[in-house]
């Protein structure tokens, strides 16, 4: 079992930036599978990046490509969201996830909320226009 919180959302003007958090309660194996998601009102939680905890290959949502970065601290346990020049169509609840029941391969396709068993509680953004 691995528990997520996720912290560091807020409002801010658009063009602006954040940076959230997702705490894990124990130390991420590499060969596990990081997210991020979000979910906006009344629209379906979706993908926005998603990679390995060890690195190598991370896959965005062309929506965020060139303005979101996703980082690990692993001292930390600890991963990040480096959100740039943000749009009030970023406005949603962010949601870190994290799975380990696939090889490292399928990272590249594991882009629905249903790839992901462990989820944090969600941190808010609202970007004003």
């Known amino acids: 079992q691995v528990q997520l919180v996720e912290s560091g959302g807020g409002l801010v003007q658009a063009g602006g930036s954040l940076r959230l958090s997702c705490a894990a309660s124990?130390?991420?194996?590499?060969?596990?599978?990081i997210a991020w998601f979000r979910q906006a009102p009344g629209k379906e939680r979706e993908f926005v990046v998603g990679?390995?905890?060890?690195?190598?290959?991370?896959y965005y949502a062309d929506s965020v490509k060139g303005r979101f970065t996703i980082t690990r601290d692993n001292a930390k346990n600890t991963l990040y969201l480096r959100m740039n020049s943000l749009k009030p169509e970023d406005t949603a609840v962010y949601y870190c996830?994290?799975?380990?029941?696939?090889?490292?391969?399928?990272?590249?396709?594991?882009?629905?909320?249903?790839?992901?068993?462990?989820w944090g509680q969600g941190t808010q953004v609202t970007v004003s226009s």
């Open positions: 124990r130390p991420i194996s590499s060969t596990y599978a």
């Open positions: 990679s390995r905890w060890s690195g190598g290959s991370t």
């Open positions: 996830a994290a799975d380990n029941r696939r090889p490292p391969s399928s990272v590249a396709t594991m882009t629905r909320p249903m790839d992901y068993d462990y």
